[in-house]
């Protein structure tokens, strides 16, 4: 029988197992629901999970399939641009546990991953520009013709996710492929996340729904000051990079009486060594470092250059 008829007959006989969406979603109880259904269905070690669904889906899933009878296979068949682009591949598969984001999971690799951009027609316009963040994040680290391509989208609405979400995965694989458990290269990744991960637990915290991406696209905001201000980034690129990110992304604003807050969020990221605030940053785009610390005072003028640029730009 062709290998496609053959498929297809599998599928027929497949069993569908549905979950919620939406990050509150992401624990231990929705976990319980898939191995449950596994279980019920007398899944065995042959049996294979596709995760028909966004980076929440693909983590919950492969998390699911990863431990279930110590580890079925699993595919990831990702539907947003944001798990096309980045959260599909690494082998991190995990879920949220008591407020902590990503708290539990395995490292375990998926047997194929398929990618259809046609499942991004039916995507509201606002988890485009969600994911859209992680790719100009990617660009920013590659560098070269990869930001020049993405640095020339006037209007997400006009854009070839194809081929811009064929590029982003490939240099995610790249990175991932040379260093699988994050040892150091896969660091770089972290680019935008120090602050974005401090400004979406506060905004959160208050109650303010913020998108991951948002809260991302205004850390890389503030990574790209520090980048200049710590690491020697023309402040040409700085202000070029900083005013591509306010034209294509929502402002994210913290008013200052709250930054105390933001610099206490960041000293407990899981990221941190020896209670020093670690970043992922820019020596000239396309040249990322790692473990990077910053003083308080020069974060603390990242949070008001953030600001400034969402406002009207001004000189660094
Ligand atoms: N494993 C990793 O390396 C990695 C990396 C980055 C992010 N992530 C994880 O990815 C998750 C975020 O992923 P996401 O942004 O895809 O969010 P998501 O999976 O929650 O999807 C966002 C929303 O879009 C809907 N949706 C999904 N596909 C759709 C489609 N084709 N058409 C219409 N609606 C659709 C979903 O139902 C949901 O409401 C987070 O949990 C994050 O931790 C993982
Ligand atoms: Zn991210």
Known sequence: M?????????????TVIEIFSGEAFKNIETVQQVWEQLTEHRADRKSVLI????????DLGGFAAGTYKRGIDFIQVPTTVLSQADAAYGGKQGIDFSNYKNQIGVFKDPAAIFVNPEFLKTLP????????????????????????????????SSVNWKKIVQQSCEFKLSVVKADPYEKGLRKILNFGHTIGHALETYLLNNNVDALHGYCVAAGMIGELYLSHMICGLAEKKTRKAA????????????????????????????????????????????????????????ILQSFHFIEECYNVEKSL
Not at 2 to 14: H, Q, S, T
Not at 51 to 58: I, P, Q, R, Y
Not at 140 to 150: P, S, V
């Open 2 to 14: 062709p290998v496609l008829l053959k498929g297809i007959e599998i599928l027929r006989n497949a």
């Open 51 to 58: 995760n028909l669904a966004g980076g929440m889906g693909c």
């Open 125 to 156: 316009a606002e988890q485009i520009v969600n994911g859209f963040a992680e790719v100009v994040k990617h660009s920013l680290l590659d560098g070269g013709k990869f930001w020049k391509k993405i640095y020339s989208i006037e209007n997400l």
């Open 243 to 298: 005013s591509y990110i306010t034209n294509h992304f929502p402002s994210v604003i913290v008013p200052e009486a709250f930054y105390n807050e933001l610099i206490t969020l960041m000293k407990q990221d899981k990221k941190n060594r020896d209670g020093q605030i670690q970043f992922a940053l820019l020596k000239d785009i396309g040249m990322p470092i790692i473990n990077v610390t910053a003083d308080e005072d020069i």
